[in-house]
């Protein structure tokens, strides 16, 4: 029989609101000894694998371990599909202006790697973590340093939690996803030799006000993202943008892969939508579609305009997990930034036929009288 305070404290524990305290998919899994904690995560492991989620597992504060001999902690999490970390007690790292939250440091840096990093054990680690109860019942700490150790979850020890813990999880992972801000990184800085003209500056020939093509792209950004807009490359920009970031071309890099990794530079953390400034054709339904696509386990939608398998890598959408991808691709030496979409974590959808207009691009004066020829009067 439970006890009254077992149960005020599951009925607390229920009335906490899924809200993540952090955008990184860090998530801790926690209960004291013998609470099946390993053995959880055993359990789901199989499952997060086979949605094409690439998962790592930490366990905190281990000391003293025997490591990759069968039946271990780290060679059960191994077989099961997860990178194995062992951090916390055994691991040695001093950062300068250290305050103590190395571990925090380096779970940070795993989560941009990853689609899904656990942490087992070690209630304190300020991550958003779940509470798994041991037969005495014992319930998590109180969070009392408001550092994000609150408990969102308390699962009963049996057979269905492993079912439970997986929906929980996966619904959590979904939200975190889709928290991390959206930019868009619009290319300006090409020389149009073939147009003899800044593309950007051409004027939207149906539009009421007469704005140029990057004002026309701007405009139809902001609804969705707000003022997350950056501008990458030299030339002049109509005052009405004079505002937005200006991001410098990176010596090294020439090309699109300037525009992309300057901006994953400059932020880090965030996903971008990367936009060439000579599609004029670009809608609000488009963008909406390719943004509509983010979802856990891909690292980004670059769209096929035809079965083909072509890709159209100039309006597409980036996690910042690619930015790995765009730093080899530079140091290899290409600047086809398309081959992006070979990574096995890139999505690769087939545009809708109805949208597919949004991805022509404009690079002659043959082609832009051809355009404003077929336009409606």
Known sequence: MKTMKEQNFKKKSSQIPLRPTTRMPIFGICGLSGSGKTTLIEAILPELVQRGLRVAVVKHDCRNLVVDLPGKDSDRMYRAGADVFLLGGEEFVRLHGDDGSSFGFQLDQLGRHYDLVLVEGHAQTPVPKLWLLADDGVGPPADTDGEGNAVLRVFPRGEAT?????????????????QVPVWACVLIGGRSSRMGRPKHLIEKEESTTATTWLEHTVALLQPLIGENIALSGAGFVPESL????????????????????????????????????????ISTEALSWLLARRRPGYWGTVPCLHEDGYVEPLLAHYDYRCAPLFERLLTSGSLRIGQIARQNKIETPLIPLHLRSSWHNINTPQELAKLR????C
């Open 162 to 178: 492993a079912v439970q813990v997986l929906d929980f999880l996966l619904y959590w992972l979904q939200e975190i996803w889709l």
């Open 242 to 281: 004079a505002h937005f970031p200006r991001l410098p071309d990176i010596p090294e890099a020439r090309g699109p892969l300037t525009g992309i990794l300057a901006a994953m530079r400059w932020q880090p953390a965030v996903s971008w939508l990367l936009i060439a400034c000579d599609m004029p054709d």
């Open 373 to 376: 020829h077929l336009k409606p």
